[in-house]
């Protein structure tokens, strides 16, 4: 028996999962596709052999659909996680789980009222290298955990219309997977407060978007993170971790797309990955795998909706230390 | 339409077949696996959603079958490929398609005659790596192609019961890898002659183990090329390529398992792969998702009865000069 | 004419700049070793064919010395660098040049009057790796400078004696190296503020100590930089720099001691370097070289002590921001 | 007291050496140099310190000078060293140290006739990643010697004038570097004998001008070696090597100019070194301060004639091997 999926928004990273359901994860089943502008889900869907529809209420809680996968406009993401846990449908949702924490609340507690499963979309979990790093350093192969980075840049020379792009999209969208990763990869520990440093350097002339920043932040074990992002790395997508403990160090990630190198007369070069999805197929991949799984067994999946709340507060704590010029302290 | 694939022979490359036909390739359906073995097909097919059975003959020309799998015993493929053709279904064959030139020329003709896919497996075609480097080649980066290296070399210490590995095993099964993809990083190019140099390294005792060989071909381009094997690399699987042209260089291969490195006292770590399954499962995903897309597609798959029988004939050169200690033709 | 130095102090680094500039910079001799200890300054200086003694003062302003090497006590460096230069001797100074902005000014002011040169100890500018990434800034080769990093780590599990660790040693003598870096690979920006993250990860009894810190700085091109370090870095010394612009990014530093790699059961093992001595001895002898030449040629060397100025006051906005737990201006 | 020494011949690897003797050797003094080009010794050593003679022989056998360093034309290497010898001055020689097996016994009669030290110029053995492979091996790190390769790539297109080129420059004057690394990697083992693939590939009208060769060695301990050169990598000097043992395998070898990388919309990008001496300069270091001290210390150099004699007799093995098309036996 397969997961039945309908999944919701039918954008670039929603026809990404589309396809990886449809193709990889022969857990799941792709059977709807549902996005309001015309004719989109269904050009989407149909070559994967599912139905698209323009109806988004429709697919919440219809008999043929087990659990959602939501790629929606992130403001939509908390009521629409609501809906579906009160039809019964399990959940996996894009991040940010909410545009600030008592959205999140309310789909945690929805979808723990229900018994579903709610999942979300921290993929860099599910990427190899960072996993074989979270497994050393809870191997205990670098001691205690004192000093870390994660970093995320956007492939490309920025936003081509920097008026589009919401406000703080840089905290809740992009370093949001960079302050899970953070989480993650010092177990156990609980940030505490953080200091931003950031600027609109692309297109000076729009200074509410902020396309590069630094973030530090403190954790009650004492260890020092910093989160970077940019919204425009000419030599592609990059994301990187790195984790200093009191016995060694560990890092992850590797910009090259192949490990081919053509030595020419410019040198030793290695093509690197100027997309999440190239670089990130086999993390979404896996997280999809993940997520039909916990709802076959009936499981907590290992991403829940509290790693979603605890990134999401470093992201509003960021929000607060922008504004201020000031540390600010992660809500608990 | 997906195509229905019977699986023939349920070892090592089998198993790992039949879970990357079911879980991984969308464009083809495992309906049976057959292993003369008493349950071991069935051990393996049910959990996949197949049938298994002990009656090899039973599956060619099963009615439920468009294309078999051959992963059996090497002197068995060239009968297999001749029946399932003769039966109407598609082949794929591990390699080699046969053990001589001459059963592998009755393949050719028998899947031509019966106008069934013939595709052979030489999985590095489809590893991301080798392929870039192939297409780096064929673009013209690097210039003609005037010196080639390819290296094979199997986890472990040896072969643990040395009197049971048949004795040209280096070459009509592990280098014939090499063979297979020096021809195609040359391409256009035909192999004129080989010298091989080879010992038995791992148990001196037994003679005719050959597990350390390294082959010099000259191909009719000038271009001078090494393929290298061992059965016993103690740190990890081993498989790379280089090939120098008069415009620079490429090459392909890196044994790390994921791009993690952990820092200890030690140094800088790199974990290795230590199986062809987990190095190579992107590129075995590939070839069979090619042999499904030829097969839908009606069309000649990327690898051929032709490459198969232009690597076995280096394989038998080489037989040929390891008994004469001199250099030997290549067949054409 | 070689250029004739006097070294003092024969510590650690002063034992290392003794020995380069006798045996790997044939533009200057080794004339003597001051250092108060008794017999210290002998053992050094004897196998080197230069004379030791305990006299400090006997080697300011001594006949037979152009210039003078201090690597004495960093406290001394501000008082030694006036007295030499008001002995007409050149200076080459360790970092810092002094202990406040005061301090290094009247160092500027000395020597500017007694028009000798001097030069200050910031190595990396000399390490090819780093000056390779200049060399690509400086020509365009990334476009405009926005986020940048600077790493030091100090091998080993921390300081053995966390009470005999001054106070505020992070800032002033280990980052000071990555402000300066910082500096120069932002070329024509000057630092605005600074935001320190630190704590005592080694010694949790010694709040004082710090050996941890994280500090963000911003500059007035917008660009935004960190600064890490640690002192307990269990695999080596580690020195790194990384500068994203808007055309590209450039990396430096990688802490393997050759290129050799070692394969076995623990996979693929690069050996990282253990002391800056061991890392940076090419870097030692390049700065060395550039202080006897612009000593000999009678012109600025390309290390300034308006660059130990801009290094310190950065330092010194740390210890405030660390004080205040705020960001801090830097003085100009 | 420092060794005084004489150079013999000026050309571009003499002036290597006098400029790495004269400023990064104390143990030894660039004294003279003589080429019988009209100016062209003294255009090299004056600036140097030292003396420019065109008189060769009147080098041989000077007063102030303790030992020549022999850069001569490769034919005029012997009767130099047997020269040498009888006027009693140590001898430094560029390999090959003869261009016959009785030539090279003839300067290692003369030499050990005279008590005097031969060094032969095999740089690689100082090369600090070779070492440290080296090293390993020695340790016991990989256990038995199995499969070994060495290659050798000049950086270009290949010869300007092919004609100029002598006729086994490839074996006697390239690969004679590679014979003596795979010998001395492979420790305690005999070359058995060789079987050679070579071509002109850059010039195909000339045929004498061997500029690719991939030359196969046995040893009598069972190990098989690879030494491959080109004349003519497009992407710059090239020079590893790989050893593979029972318990694992080193690698030496890295063709990056720094650790820098430029990441741009090209890729990932390393700069590659362009020339020996660029590549070297730390190995040829290494092999003069060795040889300054071995004279200095009246002892064994670490690379001998004996050395010298064995990689000579693997070249000459190439000759016989290419030119009879077979496998042939190197002398004992």
């Not at 999440?276 to 993940?290: C, I, K, Q, R, S």
């Amino acid at each position: 028996m397969t997961i039945r999926i309908g999944l919701i928004g039918a954008g670039r990273i929603g026809a990404s999962h589309a396809r990886i359901i449809a193709r990889r994860v022969p857990e799941a089943t792709l059977v709807a596709v549902a996005d309001p502008r015309p004719g989109v889900a269904a050009t989407l869907a149909e070559p994967l052999g599912a139905r698209g529809q323009t109806d988004v209420e429709a697919l919440l809680g219809a008999d043929d659909i087990d659990a959602v996968v939501i790629a929606a406009s992130s403001t939509a993401h908390a009521e629409l996680i609501v809906s579906a846990a009160e039809a019964g449908q399990h959940v996996f949702c894009e991040k940010p789980a909410g545009m600030s924490l008592e959205e999140i609340d309310r789909g945690i507690a929805a979808t723990a009222k229900a018994g579903v499963v709610l999942q979300v979309g921290f993929n860099r979990r599910f990427a190899a290298d960072f996993r074989a790093a979270h497994e050393a350093i809870g191997g205990g192969r670098i001691g205690a955990v004192r000093q870390l980075r994660s970093v995320t840049r956007d492939p490309g020379s920025g936003p081509s219309d920097p008026d589009a792009v919401p406000p703080w999209t840089i905290f809740t969208q992009t370093l949001i997977h960079d302050f899970d990763t953070l989480n993650w990869l010092n177990p156990g520990a609980r940030a505490l407060d953080v200091v931003v440093t950031a600027g609109s350097l692309t297109a000076p002339g729009h200074p509410t978007l902020l396309d590069h920043a630094t973030v530090v932040i403190r954790y009650d074990n004492g260890a020092i993170a910093t989160a970077e992002a940019s919204f425009a790395a000419a030599y592609g997508y990059d994301v990187r971790g790195e984790v200093l403990g009191s016995g060694g160090m560990v890092t992850a990630g590797d910009g090259a797309s192949t490990s081919m190198r053509l030595h020419d007369a410019t040198g030793r070069i290695a093509a690197t990955a100027h997309g999440d999805v190239e670089l990130m197929v086999d993390a979404y991949t896996g997280e999809l795998t993940e997520f039909a799984m916990a709802v076959r067994d009936r499981r907590a999946p290992s991403v829940t909706g509290q790693d979603a709340r605890a990134a999401f507060a470093i992201a509003q704590a960021c929000i607060e230390s922008y504004e201020s010029g000031a540390r600010a302290q992660v809500a608990s």
